[in-house]
């Protein structure tokens, strides 16, 4: 049995006599840390640690150890898979593992003499689960925790919107491109769509380098969720590199970062965006010919990358007041068919279409089988159903078409992130599947 151990500060003189103790009992452990007593630790992180490592079958079971333990079994059980266990007892201990199967035993240092909690170990290391009747209740956890709350965003299977996946557009770090959620905290956000039912999660990135891909990937696991999209906007917007930049080396600079998040990509399954990244065209009309011809020679080997990697390249549209390089479908089709790539597809935003298309239904109709994504926001920008556009209206033609791709909330956080994705999971769960749309 190869047993995982983690505490935190209050935890750390109990931790210590635990090992000493396994180390008698010729039990092979891993400290997790912390290393001393002396600087103050937060029990979350500790407790993901040991989560982590049970979940993922490198460890047969964990303990973990704090003030009143109680911290500890509520940070681990936040893991899908984790059945933490906090025992004060030889009963609890006993029956944690015969009758629930706990993978992790959790100690308070400040509410068991360390001979007691050693017998709390031995106890909870002897017993052996029993099966029977409760491996069928488990069974019902365990369908609780695959779920994920996804009644939220409700999808029956075999209906049409079983075929729609629901993402949301956040970042990882703090950003003036105001329309994302939970800016500067991932995890927040992962943990707030996955609570909330989604599928996936859209990512705005400046550059590859802003997220560790090992680390992303363990967390999306942990929250059941996959990365739906690769938003790159945020590199002209504060980076300065743009698509329509007329300078050669700045050009090269953009496609060397766009290279990196598509290949970034590929590992995580998810397509990327060229919205915002394309700026805007300066100078003449001869000077932003030539910008746009170099732009598009740029996306046309960006594109030649994506379909290597299995990456699709999505084409957004975007208002005229923020470029004025590709504004509606139309224009975003036509540069489909200059890149003339299989990786490219249209992006279509429901804020942008609401101030560019003449009937945004239209467009959608017109981008027929060339549409790979959606992106959801209100005529304010704001939630689905908190302004003037018709989704249920967009629904029936998305199905019309066949599309069974995302439908991203790219959204403003007001009144603030919770409220802002809890509105777009309500308004969305009101439409999906509704037979009278």
Request: aromatic share 6%; glycine share 8%.
């Amino acid at each position: 049995m190869k047993i995982i151990v983690a505490a935190d500060h209050f935890g750390f003189p109990l931790k210590q006599q635990i090992i000493e103790h396994l180390k008698l009992l010729d039990v092979q452990y891993t400290d997790a840390g912390p290393t001393d007593v002396e600087n103050p630790v937060d029990y979350p992180d500790y407790a993901q640690v040991v989560a982590r490592a049970v979940r993922s079958s490198e460890y047969d079971r964990g303990i973990l150890v704090c003030g009143t333990g109680q911290g500890m079994a509520i940070a681990a059980n936040r893991f899908p898979g984790i059945r933490a266990a906090l025992c004060y007892n030889l009963k609890m201990a006993n029956q944690s593992r015969a009758h629930n199967n706990a993978n992790v035993l959790c100690l308070g240092s400040q509410e068991l003499v360390p001979e007691d909690a050693l017998d709390i170990v031995d106890q909870w290391l002897e017993a052996e689960f029993e099966g029977g009747r409760h491996a069928d209740r488990l069974s019902k956890v365990d369908s609780v925790d695959s779920s994920r709350h996804r009644e939220i965003i409700s999808r029956k299977q075999g209906s049409p919107d079983a075929l729609f996946k629901i993402s949301v557009a956040i970042s990882p770090g703090i950003t003036s491109f105001s329309p994302l959620l939970f800016a500067g905290r991932l995890n927040d956000g992962l943990r707030a769509a996955s609570e909330d039912g989604f599928d996936a999660v859209e990512i705005s990135l400046c550059s590859a380098s802003e997220i560790e891909p090992e680390i992303l990937a363990a967390a999306l696991s942990d929250y059941d969720l996959s990365v739906s999209a690769i938003a790159t906007g945020r590199m002209c917007l504060e980076d300065g590199l743009c698509l329509g930049n007329p300078s050669p080396a700045v050009l090269a600079q953009v496609k060397e970062r766009l290279f990196s998040l598509i290949e970034l990509a590929a590992g995580l399954k998810a397509a990327v965006i060229i919205g915002g990244v394309r700026g805007r065209l300066t100078g003449s009309q001869t000077e932003q010919k030539a910008q746009r011809f170099k732009a598009v020679e740029t996306l046309r080997e960006c594109a030649g990358l994506a379909s290597n990697l299995g990456v699709t390249l999505l084409i957004e549209p975007i208002n005229r007041y923020e470029t004025n390089f590709v504004s509606n479908a139309r224009d975003g089709l036509a540069l489909i068919e200059e890149i003339n790539s299989p990786s490219a597809k249209l992006l279509l935003d429901t804020f942008h279409m609401n101030i560019e298309e003449a009937d945004m239904f239209a467009a959608v109709l017109s981008a027929g089988p060339r549409l790979g994504y959606i992106h959801l926001a209100d005529n304010n920008r704001l939630a689905p159903g908190q302004g003037s556009i018709n989704f249920a209206r967009l629904l029936r033609v998305l199905r019309s078409i066949g599309y069974s791709g995302y439908l991203s909330a790219e959204i403003l956080p007001v009144p603030d992130d919770v409220a802002a994705i809890r509105q777009v999971s309500t308004h969305l769960g009101s439409i999906l599947g509704a037979s009278d749309m």
